[in-house]
């Protein structure tokens, strides 16, 4: 009971003889362990929850600002123009460039048509985009997250709407702390309407690549589009204003797992967005580097860095999950280097390594080095394989395909002469655009003859013709009749499409008889 | 638990528990999670509202909407019955022999059959119809009472052996051996020619003195060769198919004293679209056959009601 920073408590009445926060009132208190039986210390006010700081960045132009620009047009262009584009398929076939036909369950891209069972092309591209993500982060980092991302280029798009609406960053601020007044009320309401309208072309331009974009585009506007259609826009709307209006940073700190994927894939080899804080530190004005030369680092604690950043964060603490290495920083401080007469590169891309490598006044290690380094390698070869495989596949797949499967209730019939049927349902695959005639045949299985539904049971022969529709699957029964006593076999049907290039398949499978008893 | 303090490394205030020594920063959650959270309770609430939540003892609560998922399974129900009304109308009209001209309509008959044939006949039949012993196979050429559209309905429609039908396929083969309409030697040898016929057994004695009881007794339902007659039902026994089992014994059994099958008469029991949808099913298995004559005008009565 001899503690100094005890509270007294007596009958409940009397309260803490301390101030406020005892870690404040007494260092060496906070530090120390709580003793069992100790009282309670003084309550630190509760901050389980934390609102979230508006980010006002400020305009910056550079070299890093002007890629991001470039990027922005980039991906928005083919997001927005992709539906629009044509590729003539001929008569039987949509001409979009890229579609999405869920409704008949066929995906369409430029020359390439993937049906459901082909899915393994898309399976492929995903697991590509997975490993080209990786390949990504270990040659330069968190490069996806900087530029390319959705939630980067629409939190961008709607920071430069801030900026038309409110002005710069100081402009932002003052209005963000005004009482709402009309011109505050008619300012938010302006801004948010612009807000609205990107996120309704956002989510408006999604579902284009889901039916012909022309037609779709006009019902949608007349009416006349399918609920779904609508509710999909409704849903992209809703989610665009808020995650890009409102959400922007927090997405990428709470909400997305990349950022926390990265910090595993993350070494000190990695090129990320470093502060150097051996040149930069300690910080001290122009001011007083001048009247103290050689006791000051080159960092003049303008906070330039921390205005510009999007996601509001002090790359100077250190690499962070905030940092999504779009590099303003950098634009902002080199600005400010030049400006006070000082080298470019105090904020920099650069690997921790290599930090520590200048810091001891050595070369740091060349930018290819930097970039192939053995994990590099790796990824990429992995993912070159990949590519290369579902390439190959394309290139060497057949647009003919047929699959048997035999009746297995009953495996067998016996005739009233003796004979042995089985019968088969085949599948037709015409994969192709067109129209075409194919033709199934017996392969082996001596004797044998077959019909089906619509060739009766005294026109049997080796073979079926029937027409398949445009890329579409025909279903076929067929009744195969094999003479008395010819034994359980494999046989093989054949599929031949009866144009010039006659593309075959061949399906495999069993003939079942009745065994000795 | 209050041990909150402020921790040296990270500058960072605990949250006050204390395991042992080992206790916990406080990183705060964004204001926004916490209001997500609450938006989610906030639904949670106003689904066990809107949708049946609580058990009770008896049943659980309704909720406001009055979903129940049999309500939207009668609705689906009705949905796809409506859908379906239209075919059955068309099946109701069609007279069964002008069915195979109507392709779409026959495509729809036999898938509608094959659903019927899993609830109603799979129990004899076999899921594949492929029968068993003293129950025929279906996918087979051979028919006892008829193999084409016509006939397979009536079957369906009559059923064979019932009581109360007075139009059901009837047909009975005497008791030969239990009746002492033959001796068990003659029956013997009336197997033996029997299983000449299909080319079982060679030419013997037993066999042609076979041949003759086979003529005094059997040709006038099973013919002179054996070929069988489809008005008494009665089985071909010159060819590969036995209803009863091709062994010695067995035809000596079924000589003896014949077992003979039944089945239901189907007209009280399923509605005739129903009836000729599994007429046509049965018909689609592989042995069906082609109307013997087709009348120019077929004098059929057509179902009216669905």
């Not at chain 1, 389980?48 to 305009?59: D, G, I, Q």
């Not at chain 1, 037709?428 to 005639?437: E, G, I, K, V, Y």
């Not at chain 2, 037993?206 to 013919?223: E, I």
């Amino acid at each position: 009971m001899n503690n100094p920073d005890q509270t007294l408590v007596k009958d409940g009445v009397e309260k803490s003889v301390d101030p406020v926060s005892s870690a404040v009132a007494v260092p060496e208190a906070a530090t120390r362990r709580h003793e069992p039986g100790e009282p309670a210390r003084v309550h630190l006010p509760e901050k389980l929850y934390e609102k979230r700081k508006a980010v006002h960045n400020k305009r910056i132009d550079g070299p890093f600002r002007r890629f991001k620009w470039a990027v922005m047009v980039l991906t928005l262009a083919i997001y927005y123009v992709t539906p629009w584009l044509r590729w003539d398929r001929g008569p039987y076939a949509p001409d979009q460039a890229v579609l999405i036909d869920l409704a008949n369950r066929r995906f369409y891209m430029f020359d390439i048509e993937i049906w459901p069972h082909e899915f393994y092309f898309v399976a492929g591209l995903l697991i590509m985009a997975g490993i080209g993500l990786f390949l990504v982060t270990s040659a330069v980092g968190r490069a996806w997250c900087g530029y390319a991302c959705p939630q980067t280029v629409w939190t961008d798009v709607f920071q430069h709407v801030d900026r038309f609406v409110d002005g710069d960053r100081n402009a932002r601020m003052r209005l963000d702390k005004a009482p709402w007044g009309p011109s505050k009320i008619a300012r938010r309401a302006f801004k948010w309407s612009i807000y609205l309208l990107i996120s309704f072309a956002t989510g408006g331009a999604w579902i284009l690549y889901f039916a012909d974009a022309p037609t779709l585009f006009r019902e949608f506007f007349a009416l006349e589009a399918a609920p779904v259609a609508y509710a999909t826009v409704a849903v992209l709307t809703a989610t665009t204003f808020t995650l890009g209006g409102f959400m922007r940073e927090q997405v990428c700190i709470y909400m997305c797992p990349w950022p926390r994927v990265q910090t595993a894939m993350l070494d000190e080899k990695s090129l990320i967005v470093t502060y150097k804080d051996w040149r930069g530190e300690p910080r001290g004005s122009v001011k007083k580097a001048e009247k103290n030369p050689g006791k000051f680092g080159d960092c003049i604690d303008c906070l330039q860095c921390v205005a510009v950043c999007p996601t509001g964060i002090d790359i100077r603490e250190g690499p962070q999950i905030g940092c999504i290495t779009c590099a303003l920083c950098i634009d902002a401080c080199d600005r400010v280097m030049k400006e006070t007469g000082r080298p470019r590169g105090l904020i920099d891309y650069a690997t921790l390594e290599d930090c520590e490598r200048e810091a001891a006044g050595e070369e740091p290690k060349p930018a290819w080095k930097t970039i192939l380094h053995p994990r590099t390698v790796v990824y990429f070869s992995v993912w070159a394989i990949i590519g290369l495989a579902l390439l190959f596949a394309l290139g060497t797949r057949s647009r003919t395909d047929l699959t048997v499967a035999p009746d297995r209730n009953p495996p067998f019939m016996l005739m009233s002469d003796g004979s042995v049927r089985n019968a088969y349902t085949l599948k037709l695959r015409n994969m192709q655009t067109r129209p075409r005639r194919m033709a199934i045949e017996l392969v082996g299985l001596d004797g044998a003859t077959m019909w089906s539904e619509e060739i009766p049971m005294d026109k049997a022969s080796r073979r079926i013709v029937r027409n398949v529709p445009s890329d579409s699957t025909e279903t076929v029964r067929a009744y195969v009749m094999a003479p008395p006593d010819t034994p359980e076999q494999e046989f093989h049907f054949r599929l031949r499409a009866l144009d010039e290039a006659g593309e075959t398949d061949l399906g495999e499978t069993r003939f079942e008889a009745p065994g000795d008893e | 638990m209050a041990n909150k303090r402020i921790d040296e490394a990270t500058d960072t205030e605990t949250v006050g528990h204390e395991w042992d020594g080992i206790e916990e920063l406080n990183t705060p959650l964004p204001r926004w999670w916490l209001w997500t959270f609450y938006l989610t309770i906030i639904f949670a609430i106003a689904y066990m509202i809107a949708y049946p939540a609580w058990p009770l003892i008896e049943k659980g609560t309704e909720g406001m909407l009055g979903w129940t998922s049999r309500g939207q399974l009668a609705n689906e129900m009705s949905v796809a019955d409506q859908a379906r009304a239209t075919v059955r109308e068309r099946l109701a009209r069609i007279p069964i022999e002008r069915l195979p001209d109507d392709s779409d309509l026959m495509r729809a008959a036999v898938s509608g059959g094959r659903a019927a044939f899993k609830v109603n006949c799979v129990q004899c039949h076999g899921a594949g119809a492929a029968g068993s012993k003293g129950y025929p196979n279906l996918n087979d050429d051979e028919w006892l009472w008829g193999g084409d559209l016509r006939a397979i309905e009536y079957t369906l429609v009559h059923g064979i052996r019932q009581h109360g039908d007075i139009e059901t396929r009837f047909s009975m083969m005497p008791a030969f051996g239990r009746d002492g309409l033959l001796t068990p030697d003659q029956i013997r040898d009336v197997s033996s020619y029997v299983l000449t016929l299909s080319g079982k057994e060679e030419q013997s004695p037993a066999a042609s003195r076979g041949a003759d009881l086979f003529a005094a007794n059997c040709v006038v339902c099973h013919g002179e060769n054996g070929q069988g007659l489809r008005e008494f039902g009665a089985p071909n026994l010159a060819d590969a198919i036995w209803l009863y089992g091709s062994d010695r014994e067995q035809i000596a059994a079924q000589i003896d004293n014949p077992s003979h099958g039944m089945m239901p008469s189907w007209s009280g029991r399923l509605d005739p679209v129903t009836i000729k949808m599994l007429a046509a099913y049965v018909h689609s298995l592989g042995g069906g056959e082609d109307f013997v004559e087709v009348a120019a005008d077929p004098a059929i009565e057509v179902d009216e009601q669905p």
